[in-house]
């Protein structure tokens, strides 16, 4: 069975830092991209952050690009998500997932391209 379980979230004031992460099993690890989705609420489940199978490459939706940075730690079946300067507007519940497609060299912004997903963690940045 595919499993992502995460941890790390909390509460932190503006300026603060937190770090999220996802211990995953069932599944080859290192041949699949990782990503980091949001959901406000009222809002859609947007993408924030995505990491290729190999590491290689990363991408970030434009309003966290320089404050989070994902990273995977392959002998442990991990991925994180560190978040820096946080601000009010990232507060929502976070949630890692898994790639579908098998070793795809450039990750994916899409919601529909992820197969499976973390319980989910609340992030609140109190201003």
């Known amino acids: 069975q595919v499993q992502l379980v995460e941890s790390g979230g909390g509460l932190v004031q503006a300026g603060g830092s937190l770090r999220l992460s996802c211990a995953v099993s069932?599944?080859?690890?290192?041949?699949?991209?990782m990503g980091w989705f949001r959901q406000a609420p009222g809002k859609d489940r947007e993408f924030v952050a995505a990491?290729?199978?190999?590491?290689?490459?990363?991408r970030y939706e434009d309003s966290v690009k320089g404050r989070f940075t994902i990273s995977r730690a392959n002998a442990r079946n991990t991925v994180s998500l560190q978040m820096n300067s946080l601000k009010p507007e990232d507060t929502a519940v976070y949630y890692c997932?898994?790639?579908?497609?098998?070793?795809?060299?450039?990750?994916?912004?899409?919601?529909?391209?992820?197969?499976?997903w973390g319980q989910g963690s609340q992030i609140t940045v109190s201003s």
């Open positions: 990491i290729n199978w190999s590491g290689s490459v990363a």
């Open positions: 997932a898994k790639d579908a497609v098998w070793a795809r060299d450039s990750p994916s912004l899409a919601r529909g391209e992820y197969d499976y």
């Open positions: 069932g599944y080859t690890f290192n041949r699949y991209g």
